[in-house]
């Protein structure tokens, strides 16, 4: 996606539109899981002070790798940003950013620019899981710890913590510190807190950050789609309910308020409590599982009723005003079967998946709709530690190829949807030791040499900018069948579409559709085509160069070949 005549987006609904009225969907990747440990940056040589040098010099050295971004066809980054170095002692002074801040985001606006230089949009996202390091998270600053004569500051952990998220439901100190968080009264003895504003301090962090960066380098503010002021807010012990309608509502309207100050062209990602659609259908699955005492243990740490089928983000009038113009809803989808499958070194069936995510990502979908607000799945993937695994607790360990449709399940899923997303996540520094290095994880698309994993299946052709409103569109990863449906009379800049040519097609690849007018740009494989306004619905395939077999044409999608005048081909 070209930025040069081209870089406001604006919100139509719930569809990102670009300046010539193009319906937008971006395509990204989270970057990187190697921002939750010191010193909290995607980018940076080992060692304490950093330079804005350091960083010039460690882009310079894996410039080849950060092309690769642009090159697979991704147009927007979900950037990690962490409160940690933001405040790391509390700011007194809540109309500027604190010095320490200011000299993060000095060293993170380094990065920025050179994403920036890729014509790669931005989503600066402040980051945290379970809160702190202490517990085998990240992103609280020390002070934000909620300490006191009953909850005494708990030793570091010292071994990975691979089932960190339980901790939301089992570790009594996470549970107060969030808790502090959300209810904005933090007592930590260790800095003389009581009482104090600890949620408003991160409100004003966020905003100040957001604010310096535009005065330090305003000509990477067009690439900055917009701001996710927190990833993953869980409800803890508290009622969802109250949590999501009073107090999350109450901390993004804090934002947007101040935020539309700043620069009212920057979008606001709200994510709903993480687990409002991680468990709706228990019932159905426990029917084919064997370990009962197991699961039994597993399941009592949540409720399984109707509450977890929604989100409890307002949707009166009021609240879709204030974010009908800047509102996109963010949300994550891991499997949690799966997940707790891997627990035990056990795989889990992806057969079954396909009817089972549709109705997941039916609600997901739905939770934006119902708010007029973008959907966005800003977080999904899969472990590659799942292809290697045990099919019991007895047997030997064999490869697997699950991790592979996991992720090609998925991304049927958000083509099917007509969704934005971005996959978690693409780390420079995986290494055969430690993996993504936070809690041992293995998510990252690049492995501890820096080749890229599964990137046949993540990359994958999609209309990044399309004339008419897109109503269908998917693509097969055995077949390479590529079908695209737009609906509506089409603005008279053409459709955008990547097509992975090396990856998927090369030498040869043809184009059936109901209007053969085509630029190919193989440098950039991006298929120009100019729509036919005297149709209601336009439509496209891309085969591989093969027999044309209207059969292997996506099942779930309706698609009438009458008015399908002919092809070309490219090479």
């Known amino acids: 996606m070209s930025h040069s005549n081209n870089k406001k987006i604006v919100k139509d609904g719930i569809w990102f539109r ?7 969907l971006f395509r990204g990747v989270n970057f990187s899981s190697q921002s939750k440990l010191f010193p909290y940056l995607p980018i940076a040589p080992k060692g304490n002070d950093i330079t804005s040098r350091d960083i010039k010099n460690e882009i310079n050295r894996l410039k080849p790798f950060l092309n690769n971004i642009k090159k697979s066809g991704f147009n927007i980054v979900r950037l990690l940003v962490m409160w940690k170095p933001l405040e790391p002692t509390p700011n007194y002074n809540l109309n500027s ?4 801040g200011q ?9 920025i620019t050179e994403l920036k230089n890729l014509e790669v949009y931005i989503i600066l996202d ?10 085998g998270g990240d992103g609280f600053p020390d002070w934000a710890l909620a300490i006191d004569e009953l909850h005494p500051r708990p030793p570091y952990l010292k071994i990975p913590n691979k089932n960190w998220y339980l901790s939301y439901y089992t570790n009594p100190f996470v549970i107060h510190t969030l808790k502090s968080f959300w209810k904005n009264s933090l007592t930590n003895i260790e800095f003389n807190l009581q009482d104090f504003p600890v949620r408003n301090h991160l409100e004003k962090t966020i905003c100040l950050t957001v604010k310096y960066l535009k005065e330090l380098n305003s000509d990477v503010f067009p690439f900055i789609l917009g701001i996710e002021p927190f990833n993953e807010p869980h409800q803890l012990d508290m009622d969802r309910n109250y949590f999501e309608s009073i107090i999350l509502s109450e901390f993004y309207n804090n934002i947007m308020s101040e935020l539309k100050i700043i620069d009212p062209n920057l979008f606001l990602f709200l994510e709903p409590r993480t687990d409002w659609i991680v468990f709706p259908v228990w ?14 243990n597993f399941l009592s740490l949540f409720d399984s009723g109707d509450s977890n089928k929604k989100t409890f983000l307002p949707k009166d009038p009021s609240f879709i005003d204030k974010f009908k113009l800047n509102g996109v809803l963010s949300f994550h989808y891991y499997d949690p079967w799966t997940f707790f ?11 079954s998946k396909f009817n089972y995510w549709s109705s997941i990502f039916s609600i997901l979908k739905n939770g934006a709709l119902e708010r007029n607000l973008v959907p966005f799945l800003t977080e999904f993937g899969g472990s590659h530690d799942w292809d290697h695994y045990k099919t019991d607790l007895k047997s030997n360990v064999y490869k697997n190829k699950q991790i592979r449709a996991y992720i090609d399940l998925q991304y049927k899923q958000i083509e099917l949807n007509l969704l934005n997303s971005t996959y978690w996540n693409y780390n420079l520094y995986n290494t055969k030791e430690g993996n993504d290095n936070w809690n041992h994880e293995n998510f990252s698309i690049l492995d501890n040499e820096r080749k890229m994993r599964e990137i046949d299946i993540i990359c994958r052709p999609y209309p990044m900018l399309s004339s008419s409103e897109p109503v269908a569109f998917s693509f097969d990863l055995e077949t390479k069948y590529f079908v695209l449906i737009t609906k509506g009379l089409p603005v008279k800049y053409p459709t955008m579409i990547y097509v992975p040519y090396m990856l998927h097609y090369a030498p040869l690849f043809k184009v059936y559709s109901t209007n053969n007018n085509f630029t190919w740009d193989r440098n950039n494989q991006v298929l120009s085509w100019t729509l036919n306004e005297e149709l209601l619905f336009n439509k496209i395939i891309i085969t591989p160069d093969v027999e044309f077999n209207p059969s292997l044409i ?3 999608i309706k698609f009438n070949t009458d008015d399908i005048i002919g092809y070309n081909q490219f090479n």
């Open 97 to 100: 950013l604190s010095i320490e």
């Open 18 to 24: 670009d300046t010539y009225g193009r319906f937008v």
């Open 103 to 111: 000299k993060y985001v000095t060293l993170l606006n380094e990065i």
């Open 283 to 296: 019932k159905d699955k426990l029917e084919s599982l064997n370990l009962e005492s197991l699961e039994s």
């Open 126 to 135: 402040f980051h945290q899981d379970i809160a702190h390091e202490i517990y």
């Open 341 to 351: 499958y891997s627990m035990f070194n056990l795989s889990d069936s992806m057969a």
């Open 554 to 556: 996506d099942k779930n």
